[in-house]
């Protein structure tokens, strides 16, 4: 089965930088598209950043300039940077693999989760 192991969390000040990992095994991780999501108490979990094989990425206008998304194809993982962090960013964030036309739309394609990385960013 897929596994997806998220990790670099932790607690920030409000303009701090964090850079989260996603290792994967189990599937073929170069096919795919990868996304990052979050999810906050009380909201649904929610797409922010997509790349596909190829390196082409996208994001939600909440994240934009300010988040990054990378991929090693040889590692099995996928980044996300975070800079400029604000409070409204604090969540637990998953990765997974996605697909769809349109970051508004896309949609996990593995039934597992991992147990996410937890980012709280608070003076």
């Known amino acids: 089965q897929v596994q997806l192991v998220e990790s670099g969390g932790g607690l920030v000040q409000p303009g701090g930088s964090l850079r989260l990992s996603c290792a994967t095994s189990?599937?073929?991780?170069?096919?795919?598209?990868m996304g990052w999501y979050r999810q906050a108490p009380g909201k649904q979990r929610e797409l922010v950043a997509t790349?596909?094989?190829?390196?082409?990425?996208n994001y939600v206008d909440l994240v934009k300039g300010r988040f990054t998304i990378s991929r090693d194809n040889a590692k099995n993982t996928v980044y996300l940077q975070m800079n400029s962090l604000k409070p409204e960013d604090t969540a637990i964030y998953y990765c997974?693999?996605?697909?769809?036309?349109?970051?508004?739309?896309?949609?996990?394609?593995?039934?597992?989760w991992g147990q996410g990385t937890q980012v709280t960013v608070s003076s």
């Open positions: 189990g599937t073929i991780f170069m096919i795919w598209t």
């Open positions: 997974n693999a996605v697909q769809g036309d349109d970051i508004a739309t896309m949609r996990s394609v593995f039934g597992s």
């Open positions: 790349i596909t094989s190829g390196g082409r990425t």
